[in-house]
């Protein structure tokens, strides 16, 4: 599929000089600039607050109260971005899938593929004003947000995605997804090709409309070994950031992933994601530093006391020893029961420490 | 704890020239002995016939049906070895934990771990007779067993055990445990070394009523850190594993253990599992040939057809290349719903396969 990009919104000095965006070129901050993956999210009581007056689908449908969460997230940590408030589900909806939240039991698809024929069933995402909702979210908390403060856009990647359209549903072993993906490679490269294609077509959009940074959640990757990432999943990641707007860096996130490193890099993306069961020297040693890295404390860290989150941190900081290209985060998103004065504690301590250069 | 241990049972000549006792010493071997973690199990229909009778817990403490499950199994799929049915968590409840099995909820502890001075409520495993059922189940397998087939004891790694005894339960992020072991390092070693002491009497008297292997399941200890390993994990596993009789192979497993793989080893045992993350060979050549290896196919393979499930175990045993010291088996146990046939056709695959040597 081929696209016609549409233009990009002027950036401005004041965001092209964001220690964020800089961190993304591998530019020197004197701070290292930190944000946190479901930084909005259920720990929050503002986000409990409007969470009891609305669904997780309409709170994602509202451009109005996404503004509301994302802007409230970013300036009440006092972080180095903003995320869009969103769900990778959400592309499933306009290429056919039926999409649910189930009360208490996270998202439910009840038209799964299961048959290699049900892969005909998935629509190009031809008519963007299905999502106009998501775009609509993005001009608006760009509006809202600090002129200094980037937004970053997100899609899931096509593998997650296509584990959830198969398994119909969050998984444990993803039984579902690899027998398909192994019974019939021609069905899944149709399927994930199809997913690649609506999600140019969606994170490009989400771009125009105001993003500065696009990153793609590949959360399920870590249940492949590197044979199988190499087959079936590296040349539709390949693809998929090749026809991303080259102007907006792009942060190839997973996790579980410290078999797949070198492959994802190769794939693309100009910041890769770290989880907190690799060594972060190490991986970015492998990695080349030739690339930016994002990470990597564990977000059960937030659950120890304050010295002892203001310690790891520091000794993330010290691994990467004030080289230009990294974003501090966690190596997953933030969990329900977090304290927030933790998580202030935690910027506070990134935002401060100086790490003695190696 | 210093221990005295009891004999051994002398090792008949069939067992100890066996293809998997041989596997365990690096001794080479005219075929690659196979076995399956979870080979009794869900996906049998007599394994379902039998708990449609009785309750896991029931069937667990029931020597006589634990011996039928075991034996049935083994000579059902014609695998090298037999292990012991049983359950990981077992041994907590002489050292003072309330477990329950659940129906389709899993287990369930009632009096978990969750401030420090909990940990003095666990009890030392001093009356062995607690277990006897376990004992008693060794030794009948044993006699019911064909004279040249190895019969595997097991018990959960320390690390695991204390994750089921701090959060109750299953858990996906182990933040209570985690946190736990952040709060108190102190705490978290005497737990810890509990039942480290409590896991070298049960697997000792495992070997001496008749097992000619220990298997140590560390099954969670994936979700941590190599920094994390090391500080709170390994020199329990050193010593635990120090403590075993000498003349009985340890396999010391793991899951998503890809960046603790050369700790593991330095912790001990005379197998290390692989599971399907890891690239096979290079992970062995990390190791260092000086020890054997079990693993590694995904237990999703089995669930291919059966075309691609010959070929998968054909790359992996051709990644061994006939090298001494490999143990077939999955990277984790086999699924409920995995078809029997699927697991015999493996089965004959890796008994006639004669991979090159590299």
Chains 1, 2 share one sequence.
């Not at 490193?261 to 069961?277: F, H, K, M, P, Y």
């Not at 080349?288 to 059960?300: E, I, R, S, T």
């Not at 120890?304 to 941190?313: D, G, L, Q, Y």
Request: charged fraction near 25%.
């Amino acid at each position: 599929m081929s696209q016609t990009l549409s233009p990009l919104p002027a950036l401005s000095p004041a965001l092209a000089d964001s220690p964020f965006l800089r961190a993304c070129r591998r530019e020197p901050n004197d701070v290292t600039p930190v944000w946190l993956m479901r930084q909005a999210g259920r720990y929050m009581q503002e986000y409990r607050d409007i969470r009891a007056k609305v669904s997780f689908l309409e709170l994602c449908k509202s451009p109005e109260l996404a503004t509301e969460v994302t802007v409230y997230a970013q300036e009440r940590l006092g972080v180095d971005a903003a995320i869009l408030f969103a769900d990778i589900l959400l592309i499933l909806e306009p290429i056919g899938f039926n999409l649910e939240f189930a009360k208490g039991e996270g998202p439910v698809i009840h038209n799964p593929v299961r048959e290699s024929q049900d892969v005909d069933r998935v629509r190009a995402f031809d008519d963007k004003s299905t999502l106009g909702y998501v775009f609509d979210a993005v001009s608006s908390i760009r509006r809202a947000l600090k002129p200094n403060i980037p937004l970053i856009g997100f899609a899931g990647a096509p593998f997650t995605l296509a584990c959830y359209a198969i398994e119909g549903g969050g998984s444990r072993h993803y039984e579902k997804a690899k027998a398909f993906m192994y019974r019939d490679p021609g069905a899944w490269d149709v399927l994930m090709s199809r997913l690649v294609d609506a999600t140019i077509v969606y994170l490009n959009a989400q771009a125009e409309a105001g993003a500065q940074c696009l990153q793609l959640f590949d959360s399920w990757v870590g249940t492949l070994g590197p044979d199988d990432y190499r087959q079936f999943v590296q040349p539709h990641m390949k693809r998929l950031i090749a026809g991303l707007h080259k102007g907006v860096p792009c942060i190839h996130f997973g996790t579980d992933t410290s078999t797949l490193l070198e492959l994802q890099r190769d794939a693309g993306g100009d910041v890769i994601g770290l989880d907190w069961r690799v060594d972060f020297a190490q991986s970015w040693d492998r990695l080349g530093h030739d690339v930016a890295v994002q990470g990597n404390l564990d977000p059960v860290v937030l659950f120890a006391p304050e010295a002892e989150i203001r310690a790891r941190a520091r000794k993330v900081l010290d691994q990467a020893a004030g080289r230009p290209g990294h974003i501090f985060n966690l190596g997953h998103g933030i969990l329900p029961q977090t304290p927030v004065d933790h998580v202030l504690a935690l910027v506070d301590e990134v935002h401060s420490y100086r790490p003695a250069a190696r």
